[in-house]
C-alpha cells in the first residue's frame, strides 16, 4: 500500500478525530448525567429537536403530524432523555451486550466512512499496484492438445497402449497428427488455447494440470494421469508470465485498493486504540474450555 | 490474466456486432469442417464450431446479509463478498471460519428478497424509525444479543412476514432511500465483478411470494448492466407497492423491458414448500381454471424451473414414483415454509418438476400452450453469501448452520408449527449451462433456450440431443457433442416434426466430474398423455457402468451400482461405475398420437454425504437417522414431443 496513505492512516490525529468524534459524544452525556449541577438537569426542546421529531414522522406515515401528535411526540422524546440520562448515571449501561454491540458498531461506521471517502490520486494507485504486482500478474499460459485412454474400457492395458502410441506419434511428422481421432473418445475438448495452470486444474485436476506445465513443449509426452484417466499430451504454446501495465488492469486494481483500505483503516483503528491498553489473556483457559481441550483440568 | 480478458471481452463485442444470427445457423457437417485444420497451433479439424462446446457452472439464486432473513440469522457477508467468493477467493464467513471454495464458479447471481431489502441493516444501524416500534425493538434488541437469540428473531421475521402480520412501521419499502442504497448496492457490486470471458456477475433478486406460507417465489435475472437496472427497484410482495401473484410479477417484468429495452427471466424454487401451488391445474389466487394467456404469460418469462436446492430435492418424489426406486433423494415434504399446513398428498403432484412437466402437457392439451414448459437447473439458495454445494465444504442454509461439531443436531429453523432438521439440509446444487462464452448475454440466452441442466453438487458433463435420426453407431463417434446439434435439437428443445414411421431417438452422454464419483448410469424419464388425457410416466435405465456384472433382474430393475464408502474416514474409491457413458436411446413405447417429454437423469456412484465430513472432521457421532453417503445427480432439462 502506499507509504504517503500508511502514514496517514496511521496517523494519531487521523484517529483522534473519528474515535473522538463518538467518544465526545457519549463522554458529554456521561458527564452530564453524573453532575448534580442544575444547568446539567435541564432538558431542552428546540426548533431543531423538533423539526426532526417532525421530519422522522413524516418518513414514516407520508404526511406531517398533527399538532396533538407533535406534542405527544416531544413529550415522549423528553421523557427518553430524561430516563436515559439517569440510567446513563446509575451505570446500566454497562455489562450490557447490546449497549456494547451498538457502541462497536458505531465506531466501525465512523473509520469504514472514512475510508470510503478517500479517493487515491494517481501516484497512490500507481504506487499499490507497484506493491501488489504479483497479485496482477498474468501467470504461464499454455496451449495444449492431448490423447485420452479410457481406463474404465482398457483397464490395465491402458498403460502400455498410451506408452505405445506416444513412441508412435514421436515418429510422426508434427502436423497429421489429429488427436481426436486417437486414443478414446473425450467429451471434452481435445485441444486448449492459452489456459493458466489452474485453469487446466479446473478441468482435469490439480495432478494433470501441475504434470502440463511442467512438460517441454514440441513433444508428445505421456501418459499423464487426471481424474477422467491417462492422458498424453502435447504442448504447442507456452506464454511466459507477464506483467500488465496499469491502464489494463485499472478497473482491478481501484477495486482491490478500496476494498482493502476499507479492511486497513479498521485494523488500524483497533491496533492503535489496543496499544493504550495492555492485554492479559488466561491462555490455559483457553485450551481448557474449547472443545477437545485438557478436561482434567478445569471444572468440565 | 488481465490481457487474456481484455483481449475476450474484444473478441467477443466484435463477434456480437458481426454475427448474432451465427448460433441459429445449420452445423455443417464434420467433414467439411476438415479443411479448416491447421497442422501447427491447430489440432482439431472442429475448430471455430459455433455451437456451445463449454458448460459453464454457477449459482443462480444466493443470498447476502442484505436479505431480510439471511441477516437476521447472523450473515453479515455483502454482495461484494459473495462475488470475490464465487470467483475463487478465500474470505472470511459470518462466523469467523476461513473460507474458499474447491473449484470456482464461473457465473454467480445475487439474488437477494425483494421484499425488505436492506432492512436488516437498517435495523442493526439503529433506525430511529425502527426502534419506535416495540416489535422492532424486540427483533432489534434479539438480533443484537445475536446467537440462538438472533436465529429465533430470523424465524420471528420469517413468520410475520409470510402470515402478513409484518408491522407497517418497519417494511423497508421500494421509494425510500434505504431501500434504494441496498439495491443499488447490489447493482454496484454486479457490475463491478463482472468481467466479461472471465466471470459473469448478474443483476438479480427474490421475489419472495409466501401467502400463508405457501412458496411460490421467483428469482429475477437480468441480461443487462446497471445502466438499465438502476431505472426500476426490485418487485415487492406487498400491496399496494406490490403484489403476492406472480401474474402481477411478469406484468412487472414487462413494463422492465417496455422501459429499458432490457431482458429478464424468473425461475421458480421449491415446489416442495407450495402446498400444491407451484404447478397447479387452478389458479390459487382466483379459483378458476387457468386461461391462454396465463400460459403464454409464464411460458413466455419462466423458462427454467430450480429443480434441486438446499430445502430438498424437487425433481420427484416416492408417493407419484412409487416404482422409481431413486425418486426418493433428499426429500422435504413435512409442510409448506412455515410449516403452519402439513402435506396432504393430492398436494404432491402440484409440486415436482416430474409431474409438473406432464401437467404442462394436459394444459396444453386445453390452452393450446404448455405453461410448464420449462428446463432445469439447480442452485443453493445458501443464506451465508456463500454459494457452497460441495459436500466437503459446505457452509450451510444460513449463517447459524456454518460448519461446527453441534450445527448437524440444531434445527435448521423452528416454527410454532415444528421444526426442520439441520443434518436434513441438502448440499446441492449447481446450475449448468451450456453456453458460447462467458458473458451475461451468452449464458442469458442459454438459459432462456433453456439449454442447462441441474446437478446436486457435482460438476459432472452432461449431454442429451433427441431427433429422428440417432443410431447406435452414433455412440461410437468421437465428438457426440458435434454429432447431436448436426443430427438433433439439444435439451431443452421440441423435437423437430417427425420423419417417417419411426420413434424418437436420443444420443445422451456422460462424463464424470474429475473430483467426484464415477458415474452409476444413465436414465431417461418419459412423460406422456394417454388418448383420454391421463398422466403417464417412465423411468428407463439406458446404459450403465459394469456391465459384465450387471443386467436387469426379472423386475426389469438395474441391481445396485455398489457402495466404496468408507463413512468413518469420509472417502471412497472409484473401483466401481464408469468415468463416461453415452449410448443411443430409441422410446420403445412410442405412440406418435401421445405428447410427450423427455429428461436425462444420470447418477453416480455413492459417495461421503457432507454429513460424513463432519463426522470425520470433528470426531463426533451422528444419531443413526442421519444419512451419510448420498448418490450426486444431474437432471437435463427436457426435448418435448407434440403430436
Known amino acids: 500500500m502506499n507509504e504517503k496513505l500508511t502514514r496517514w492512516l496511521r496517523e494519531p490525529l487521523v484517529h483522534f478525530l473519528a474515535i473522538g468524534v463518538a467518544l465526545f459524544a457519549v463522554n458529554a452525556l456521561l458527564t452530564r448525567g453524573e453532575s448534580n449541577d442544575a444547568a446539567d438537569r435541564r432538558v431542552t426542546v428546540t426548533e431543531a429537536e423538533v423539526r426532526w421529531l417532525r421530519d422522522t414522522w413524516q418518513s414514516r406515515w407520508q404526511r406531517p403530524p398533527t399538532q396533538a401528535e407533535l406534542r405527544g411526540l416531544v413529550d415522549d422524546y423528553v421523557r427518553q432523555e430524561i430516563l436515559y440520562r439517569e440510567a446513563i448515571a446509575m451505570g446500566l449501561d454497562r455489562d450490557d451486550e447490546v449497549i456494547r454491540r451498538r457502541m462497536v458498531q458505531k465506531i466501525e461506521f465512523l473509520t469504514n466512512d472514512l475510508a470510503t471517502q478517500v479517493q487515491p490520486t494517481e501516484p497512490q494507485l500507481q504506487a499499490y499496484f507497484q506493491q501488489n504486482l504479483d497479485r496482477y500478474r498474468i501467470p504461464e499460459l499454455r496451449s495444449f492438445a492431448h490423447v485420452y485412454f479410457n481406463l474404465d474400457q482398457r483397464g490395465e492395458a491402458a498403460v502400455a497402449d498410451a506408452e505405445q502410441l506416444v513412441a508412435r506419434l514421436r515418429s510422426e511428422t508434427p502436423g497429421t497428427v489429429r488427436p481426436a481421432e486417437l486414443g478414446d473418445r473425450f467429451m471434452l475438448q481435445h485441444e486448449y488455447r492459452l489456459q493458466s495452470e489452474q485453469d487446466v486444474g479446473r478441468i482435469f485436476g490439480q495432478r494433470f494440470a501441475g504434470a502440463l506445465f511442467e512438460l517441454e513443449p514440441g513433444e508428445w509426452q505421456g501418459p499423464i494421469g487426471s481424474g477422467y484417466g491417462l492422458h498424453l499430451a502435447y504442448v504447442t504454446e507456452v506464454e511466459e508470465p507477464q506483467m500488465p501495465t496499469l491502464a489494463l488492469v485499472r478497473g482491478d486494481v481501484l477495486r482491490d485498493y478500496a476494498s482493502e483500505l476499507r479492511e486497513q483503516a479498521n485494523d488500524a483503528m483497533l491496533a492503535s486504540v489496543r496499544s493504550r491498553y495492555t492485554v492479559e489473556i488466561d491462555e490455559a483457559a483457553i485450551r481448557v474450555l474449547a472443545l477437545g481441550g485438557d478436561s482434567s483440568v478445569g471444572d468440565r | 490474466m488481465s490481457v487474456k480478458r481484455t483481449l475476450t471481452a474484444a473478441t467477443l463485442v466484435s463477434i456480437a456486432v458481426a454475427a448474432p444470427a451465427l448460433a441459429q445457423d445449420p452445423i455443417p457437417p464434420a467433414e467439411a469442417l476438415e479443411g479448416a485444420f491447421q497442422a501447427q497451433k491447430h489440432f482439431s479439424p472442429y475448430a471455430g464450431r459455433n455451437f456451445p462446446t463449454q458448460v459453464y457452472w454457477g449459482d443462480t439464486h444466493l443470498h447476502t446479509g442484505l436479505s431480510m432473513d439471511a441477516g437476521a440469522f447472523g450473515a453479515r457477508l455483502t454482495p461484494e463478498d459473495a462475488y470475490r467468493f464465487a470467483r475463487g477467493e478465500e474470505l472470511t464467513s459470518s462466523t469467523g471460519l476461513q473460507v474458499k471454495l474447491g473449484r470456482p464458479l464461473d457465473f454467480l447471481v445475487v439474488a437477494d428478497h425483494s421484499d425488505n431489502m436492506g432492512f436488516f441493516p437498517r435495523l442493526f444501524a439503529g433506525d430511529p424509525g425502527m426502534l419506535a416500534d416495540p416489535t422492532g425493538r424486540r427483533w432489534y434488541d434479539m438480533v443484537q444479543a445475536g ?402 456384472r450387471r443386467q436387469p433382474g426379472a423386475d426389469g430393475k438395474l441391481p445396485p451400482v455398489g457402495n466404496t464408502v468408507d463413512v468413518a474416514n469420509a472417502t471412497w474409491t472409484n473401483t466401481i461405475g464408469a468415468p463416461e457413458l453415452i449410448t443411443v436411446w430409441t422410446d420403445p413405447d412410442f405412440d406418435p398420437s401421445q405428447p410427450a417429454v423427455y429428461y436425462a437423469r444420470v447418477l453416480e456412484i455413492p459417495t461421503p454425504r457432507w454429513t460424513a465430513y463432519d463426522a470425520k472432521r470433528y470426531g463426533i457421532t451422528m444419531d443413526p437417522e442421519v444419512p451419510m453417503t448420498t448418490q450426486e445427480r444431474a437432471y437435463t432439462s427436457p426435448i418435448w414431443y407434440t403430436p
Open chain 2, 147 to 548: 446467537g440462538q437469540q438472533g436465529v429465533a428473531a430470523a424465524v420471528e421475521v420469517i413468520v410475520a412476514f409470510s402470515q402478513n402480520q409484518f408491522p407497517e412501521a418497519l417494511a423497508s419499502l421500494p421509494g425510500s432511500p434505504a431501500y434504494r442504497a441496498a439495491w443499488e448496492e447490489m447493482i454496484d457490486a454486479a457490475d463491478e465483478y463482472n468481467d466479461p470471458g472471465e466471470f459473469t456477475a448478474f443483476i438479480g433478486y427474490e421475489w419472495t411470494s409466501n401467502t400463508a406460507g405457501n412458496n411460490l417465489h421467483r428469482v429475477v435475472i437480468f441480461r443487462d448492466d446497471g445502466a438499465k437496472a438502476t431505472v426500476v427497484e426490485p418487485y415487492t410482495t406487498l400491496a399496494p407497492l406490490g403484489s403476492d401473484n406472480p401474474r402481477d410479477l411478469w406484468n412487472w417484468m414487462q413494463a422492465y423491458e417496455d422501459k429499458t429495452g432490457g431482458q429478464v427471466l424468473a425461475i421458480a424454487h421449491n415446489g416442495n414448500l407450495s402446498n400444491g401451488i407451484m404447478f397447479p391445474i387452478v389458479d390459487s389466487f382466483t379459483g378458476r381454471r387457468f386461461d391462454r394467456a396465463y400460459a403464454e404469460t409464464r411460458a413466455a418469462w419462466e423458462p427454467l424451473y430450480e429443480a434441486t436446492q438446499i430445502k430438498g430435492d424437487g425433481e420427484a418424489h416416492p408417493y407419484l414414483s412409487p416404482t422409481d426406486e431413486f425418486a426418493d433423494y433428499e426429500t422435504w415434504d413435512k409442510g409448506n415454509l412455515d410449516l403452519s399446513v402439513a402435506k396432504q398428498n393430492d398436494m404432491l403432484q402440484y409440486e415436482y418438476a416430474r409431474s409438473g412437466l406432464q401437467i404442462g402437457l394436459q394444459l396444453e392439451r386445453q390452452l393450446g400452450v404448455n405453461p410448464y414448459k420449462f428446463g432445469m437447473i439447480g442452485s443453493t439458495d445458501s443464506h451465508t453469501g456463500l454459494a457452497t454445494a460441495e459436500e466437503e465444504n459446505f457452509f450451510g442454509k444460513h449463517s447459524g448452520t456454518e460448519p461446527g461439531p453441534e450445527r448437524y443436531k440444531h434445527p435448521m429453523a423452528e416454527t410454532p408449527n415444528g421444526r426442520y432438521e439441520s443434518w436434513d439440509m441438502v448440499s446441492s446444487g449447481y446450475a449448468a449451462v451450456w453456453a458460447t462464452e462467458n458473458t451475461r448475454e451468452a449464458i442469458f440466452d442459454a438459459m432462456m433456450r433453456r439449454e442447462t441442466y441441474a446437478t446436486t453438487g457435482s460438476r459432472m458433463l452432461v449431454r442429451f440431443f433427441g431427433g429422428w435420426e440417432f443410431t447406435a453407431a452414433d455412440a461410437q463417434s468421437r465428438l457426440p457433442g458435434a454429432l447431436g446439434y448436426t443430427k438433433g435439437v439439444p435439451m431443452g428443445a421440441d423435437l423437430p416434426a417427425r420423419s417417417g414411421n419411426g420413434a424418437p431417438t436420443f444420443l445422451v452422454a456422460a462424463l464424470k466430474d474429475p473430483f467426484s464419483g464415477n458415474l452409476d448410469r444413465i436414465q431417461i424419464v418419459k412423460g406422456w398423455l394417454d388418448a383420454r388425457g391421463e398422466r403417464h410416466e417412465q423411468v428407463y435405465d439406458v446404459t450403465w457402468s459394469d456391465t459384465d
